[in-house]
T-cell receptor, first 109, second 113 residues
């Protein structure tokens, strides 16, 4: 079974709108990461949030972590066409990183 | 420019043939990883190496082999024993083994004909 699962599986929004995607996980973690993957390319690390942190920002990205609910959210503000990609959360389990199946984000012009 | 490279980008193989995917990094990272990605799926760990001359099986190692003779290089061989090898293969590296940030190569798409 999947440690981290993203929700929704797919999301389409208009350019300029905010995009929110969520990640839920099952077991306690030390940290949670978010990665982006453009179609047919490798993953790019976006942000890492530790279990003792509740919120982190990086440019237009805001990540929150709620360890009591075992969930995280990634908010992309003022979306752009270049944000079209798949977004994966990754959690640590038994000293390994486990990736979810991702949310496919499509920014409409 | 520091980074991680994979070659080739596309690879075609006939059934029954072994094929080796290249992964090179100049980031001076100790740890390297191979993942497999199928359409609409997350990444599954094939093999990882914490340090040169050492490697460990991941979750789906059957039908694959690796070597780590140099710090910079971590080639993956897809053998004929791999039942369903058509997939997108991603190599990654990190400063040291653990649960921190990983740096990914551009991937190799393998198609078995």
């Amino acid at each position: 079974s999947q440690q981290g699962e993203e929700d929704p599986q797919a999301l389409s929004i208009q350019e300029g709108e905010n995009a929110t995607m969520n990640c839920s996980y099952k077991t306690s973690i030390n940290n949670l990461q978010w990665y982006r993957q453009n179609s047919g390319r490798g993953l790019v690390h976006l942000i890492l949030i530790r279990s003792n942190e509740r919120e982190k920002h990086s440019g237009r990205l805001r990540v929150t972590l709620d360890t009591s609910k075992k969930s995280s959210s990634l908010l992309i503000t003022a979306s752009r066409a270049a944000d079209t990609a798949s977004y994966f959360c990754a959690t640590d389990v038994d000293d390994k990183i486990i990736f979810g199946k991702g949310t496919r984000l499509h920014i409409l012009p | 420019d520091g980074g991680i490279t994979q070659s080739p980008k596309y690879l075609f193989r006939k059934e029954g043939q072994n094929v080796t995917l290249s992964c090179e990094q100049n980031l001076n990272h100790d740890a390297m990883y191979w993942y497999r990605q199928d359409p609409g799926q997350g990444l599954r760990l094939i093999y990882y190496s914490q340090i040169v001359n050492d490697f460990q099986k991941g979750d789906i190692a059957e039908g694959y082999s690796v070597s780590r003779e140099k710090k910079e290089s971590f080639p993956l061989t897809v053998t004929s024993a791999q039942k369903n090898p058509t997939a997108f293969y991603l190599c990654a590296s990190s400063t040291d083994y653990g649960t921190g940030e990983q740096f990914f190569g551009p991937g190799t798409r393998l198609t078995v004909l």
